[in-house]
């Protein structure tokens, strides 16, 4: 079974840092791209990041990019968002999400539960 | 960046009935590169539909994705209880990959 479990997140303070975890388990992690999606509360779906399997190309969103890095451990199973400079609007959850194989399946088909980050003093 | 307009905030409908939501791009996504995503409140989005028109595993026939260029729509034929949810398009053809706002469809 395709399972990806999140952790890392938080209170933290505007201009703070967080790293955000993702354990994955029930395929073969190198070989998928892997991506963040937030959500603010009551919000809609934001794209943060992707990151292909090998780790050659990894693409952000204008409103995170200098400010967060996405990374992965194919040896751990594990994806992660190191967050920088935060700011309140950075408030979301974080959902780990799978893509499918192939350069043309860059759609997030498994998701995570999602954890909590907040940016508040 | 692509920007993807779902034209209804919501849609009032009752059980049984057809539901049409439509995702507008503001440029033609490349290679039909359009996904649908369901979501419930409490849970993480669910795929329903990629590249315009392909179910995603285990999701059943009575939800159809449909559209080429910059207009696409998913189809809901006949609602069951358990499809009143918020519905998402995301484009995936070129980064950013962006969503639209969602629609949400509730119960009339």
């Known amino acids: 079974e395709v399972q990806m479990v999140e952790s890392g997140g938080g209170l933290v303070k505007p201009g703070g840092s967080l790293r955000l975890s993702c354990a994955a388990s029930g395929f073969i992690f190198s070989s998928y791209n892997m991506n963040w999606v937030r959500q603010a509360p009551g919000k809609g779906l934001e794209w943060v990041s992707s990151i292909s399997g090998s780790s050659t190309y990894m693409y952000y969103a204008d409103s995170v990019k200098g400010r967060f890095t996405i990374s992965r451990d194919n040896a751990k199973n594990s994806l992660y968002l190191q967050m920088n400079s935060l700011r309140a609007e950075d408030t979301a959850v974080y959902y780990c999400?799978?893509?499918?194989?192939?350069?043309?399946?860059?759609?997030?088909?498994?998701w995570g539960q999602g954890t909590l980050v907040t940016v508040s003093s | 960046e692509i920007v993807l307009t779902q034209s209804a905030g919501t849609l009032s409908l009752s059980p049984g009935e057809r539901a049409t939501l439509s995702c507008r791009a503001s440029?033609?996504?490349?290679?039909?590169?359009l996904a649908w995503y369901q979501q419930k409140p409490g849970q993480a989005p669910r795929l329903l539909i990629y590249?315009?028109?392909s179910r995603a595993t285990g999701i059943p026939d009575r939800f159809s994705g449909s559209g080429s260029g910059t207009d696409f729509t998913l189809t809901i034929s006949r609602l069951e209880p358990e499809d009143f949810a918020v519905y998402y398009c995301q484009q995936y053809g070129s980064s950013p990959r962006t969503f639209g706002q969602g629609t949400k469809v509730e119960i009339k």
């Open positions: 590249a315009a028109s």
């Open positions: 999400a799978r893509s499918d194989l192939g350069d043309n399946s860059a759609y997030s088909h498994y």
């Open positions: 440029q033609s996504v490349s290679s039909n590169y």
